[in-house]
């Protein structure tokens, strides 16, 4: 049974692979096979060893059997199902511990984010350690762009940070970067500045961002602000508890 929180790195396979592909999917039965060939095609291309978790996360649709049959199409491709529905960085937070690749890429499973944009952000990588993406011509409606806008901007002013575009999931990460975090509810929205508090190396790229084609969104503005207001505190809290430091081994 999964719990509420993760903490990655706990599990998984001995065989190391280049990259995993991890694509949290919520009832998206109308678009989730054409993502997934898409993202396939693209990690097929990059002539490196990958595999593609697709973390269902108590689909009430038909997602489940689509992802299940998928597997014939794509062979690459992991299917990890959450009972019940757990949010999305449960979701994050199981694909860490069950990924077995050097450096694991983010994405989500409603066809907005664009595979094609997976090269540019390991390009970023080669010298850090996260490679997050921004929206640069964000195919949304007017109401959510404003609220990201508002959004990003008190989490810059109440945790210092710089990052622009916290809410694009394309990000690219090295493995170690990210093993020990605790993936609480709602956690997936700072993994930045968590990474940057444990002295991460950060780079922005921009990448391409798509109007959607089949599904619904799972977030309103107002529902949305409601819970990152409450976890942008306690990330500021651990902020300023939270000690870097180095070991000196005198024997």
């Not at 077995?100 to 997976?118: E, T």
């Not at 969104?217 to 990152?228: A, D, I, P, V």
Request: charged share 25%; aromatic share 6%.
């Amino acid at each position: 049974m999964e719990t509420n929180a993760h903490t990655p790195g706990a599990t998984g396979s001995p065989d190391v692979l280049d990259l995993s592909l991890i694509v949290p999917v919520y009832n998206e039965q109308d678009c989730i096979r054409d993502v997934l060939l898409e993202a396939a095609g693209v990690l097929r291309r990059l002539a490196s060893s990958f595999e593609i978790l697709a973390v269902n996360d108590g689909s009430t649709d038909g997602t489940h059997d689509i992802l299940i049959a998928l597997r014939r199409d794509i062979p690459e491709l992991r299917v990890l199902t959450l009972k019940p529905n757990s949010g999305q960085s449960a979701a994050m937070g199981t694909g860490f511990e069950r990924a077995r690749g050097r450096v694991f890429v983010l994405m989500d499973g409603d066809g907005q984010n664009d595979p094609a944009s997976i090269p540019v952000l390991l390009d970023g990588l080669k010298n850090h350690d996260l490679c997050c993406g921004y929206r640069t011509n964000r195919r949304d409606t007017w109401s959510k762009r404003t609220g990201s806008r508002i959004a990003n901007a008190v989490r810059r002013r109440a945790l210092g940070d710089t990052i622009k575009d916290t809410g694009c999931s394309l990000k690219a990460i090295r493995r170690e970067a990210i093993l020990g975090f605790t993936m609480w509810r709602g956690m997936h929205r700072f993994l930045p500045v968590l990474a940057a508090m444990r002295g991460a190396r950060i780079a922005q790229v921009p990448v391409n961002h798509r109007p959607r084609k089949a599904g619904a969104s799972k977030y309103t503005n107002w529902g949305r602000l409601k819970e990152t207001l409450w976890d942008l505190w306690a990330v500021r809290w651990m902020q300023r508890r939270y000690r870097r430091f180095e070991i000196e081994a005198n024997t």
